[in-house]
């Protein structure tokens, strides 16, 4: 194909390599972008898990008489689902 045309060969060889640091840099920007997105959902999730600890704590308190214990560990399901999927996401 090039010959005996080394120049050919070797100006071909650096447009491969140049396209392939390019593809690497996109894909990293991708990998980067996902990684931003998982550490958003992450900590949104663990807000509102927060969130709703306190509102049950409240509730608690004004329902005394109340037996909480199926939404406290429905809640403490979710708190141990969302470390599990951040876990296993590598946020």
Known sequence: MFGRNPRAALALLTSIQQELIIMSQTNQQHADAIAAQLTTIDATLK?????????????????????????????????????????????
């Open 47 to 91: 807000t509102g898990v927060a969130a709703i600890t306190a509102e049950i704590a409240t509730l608690k308190a004004a329902n005394p008489a109340v037996d909480f214990t199926a939404v406290d560990t429905a809640v403490a399901n979710l708190g141990t689902d969302v470390a599990a999927a951040t876990a296993a996401a590598g946020a």
